[in-house]
């Protein structure tokens, strides 16, 4: 069972409680209109209200009806005990201070019998509201129990799904640094190396770190970029400073203006009613049909956010198992890497012994070089024949009758012209 499962336990217990909060007030206001239905079949200025209202009010100790139906032949004896037993047992309300004999089971004199009739058939049904309305808060309180399991429930799955979490990511961790431990071969060119020591490269380069000249770049931007943000964040943090003390001192305006009106308040009750009501109380009285309409709608949201909440828990599930999933390909393939890597280091140190072994065969001068020798050589004496055609054009242009010359051909020959 994962925490989706209870969460959508917990959500169907709210779901009830809100339910059964419903049908109480259901009661309630039929409660309240079996009252007004009371009050107005009594009429005005009747003489026998106060003796009808203490009927309908009074509390007696209903027996249940017995199931087995062979004893039928003591009804008459069970009817007499239940009397008597509902006669000694009944909370008479607004009769305690009273000392005369309070019977309900016979209409006085001169009233109505009828009426007496609808009263205790109302008496009935305020019963049957009464037990109703014991009924749901039994249930109400049995919901809220299970509630608070699955609350607890839901804590205790959540930490293991933490911790699980938590395990998870440090296996990562660890995974990662593990491949780091791995050796890399990077070639690198002789530009690319600044790891000098005492003006030349080391021996030793195992404590070098490779980085590019861009992340190089960019670290160096980032300190002015944060000296930046401290400096921004510095004066957001006075303008804050400052506008938590503008705060408490709206505070402190506004609690002493509450208490004003508060004793304002309690000057208008006391002028009105002669002495405190409590308002809350009054309103939880008044049936407030908005009120009523705005908690249905609420519920109804309710349900349908709870609806949409575990779709998305299911999708998240899903979208966990394709992490998992691609986690262990993508640990099988660096378990590959690995053995390639380690493939590849085997066949580089074979070819190096076999370059090594090979390597005596082209220890004399090649031919080549030879060939490039001879050419810069000739290309030299070309350039020193140049120079002494030069020296004698200087020498013919200095003389006093000041002829010039034609312009001579190009002295210096291209690499192509030579070859």
């Excluded at 509902?86 to 009273?98: P, Q």
């Excluded at 000296?227 to 400052?242: F, G, I, N, S, T």
Aim: net charge negative; with cysteine.
């Amino acid at each position: 069972m994962g925490l989706s499962f209870f969460q959508h336990k917990i959500n169907s217990c709210i779901a009830q409680i809100d339910e059964k909060k419903a049908e109480i007030v259901k009661l309630q206001e039929r409660e309240k209109a079996l009252y007004v239905t009371f009050h107005a079949s009594l009429g005005e200025n009747n003489k026998f209200a106060g003796f009808l209202l203490k009927v309908l009010k009074k509390r007696i100790k209903r027996v249940k009806k017995k199931e087995v139906e062979g004893e039928r032949d003591d009804d008459e004896e069970s009817d007499e005990e239940s009397d008597e037993e509902s006669s000694l047992e009944s909370d008479e309300e607004e009769s305690g201070s009273e000392d005369e004999v309070f019977d309900d089971t016979v209409c006085p004199k001169n009233c109505d019998e009828s009426l007496f009739e609808n009263t205790l058939q109302l008496r009935e049904k305020r019963l049957d509201i009464e037990e109703a309305l014991v009924e749901e808060k039994k249930v109400i309180e049995n919901v809220k129990k299970e509630y608070e399991a699955f609350a607890k429930k839901v804590k205790v799955v959540a930490a293991s799904l933490d911790s699980a979490e938590w395990e998870l990511e440090a296996y990562q961790r660890e995974k990662q640094q593990k491949l780091n431990e791995l050796h890399v071969v990077v070639p690198l060119k002789l530009h690319q190396v600044e790891y000098i020591s005492n003006g030349e490269i080391p021996s030793d380069i195992s404590q070098a770190l490779v980085f590019t000249n861009q992340s190089l770049m960019n670290l160096q931007q980032r300190i002015t970029i944060l000296q930046q943000e401290k400096l921004v964040q510095r004066e957001l943090y006075k303008k804050a400073r400052e506008q938590h003390k503008e705060l408490i001192r709206d505070r402190k305006e506004m609690m002493i203006k509450i208490e004003r009106l508060e004793e304002k308040c309690n000057q208008f009750m006391m002028m009105k009613f002669g002495r405190l009501v409590d308002l809350e109380a009054l309103q939880t009285l008044s049936v407030n049909t908005n009120l009523e309409e705005l908690k249905m709608k609420t519920m109804e949201k309710e349900q349908a956010i709870a609806v949409d909440l575990k779709k998305w828990e299911g999708r998240i599930l899903e979208k966990r198992q394709q992490l998992m999933a691609v986690t262990k390909e993508n640990t099988n393939k660096l378990t590959q890497m690995n053995a390639f890597c380690t493939e590849k280091i085997r066949l580089e140190t074979k070819l190096d012994s076999l370059q090594h072994n090979l390597g005596a065969e082209f220890q004399g001068p090649r031919k080549e070089d030879i060939m490039e020798k001879e050419r810069m050589i000739a290309l030299v004496q070309l350039q020193a024949t140049d120079a002494e055609i030069l020296k004698e054009e200087i020498t013919l242009l200095s003389r006093k009758d000041g002829r010039i010359f034609a312009a001579p051909e190009p002295l210096f020959q291209t690499d192509e012209m030579l070859n």
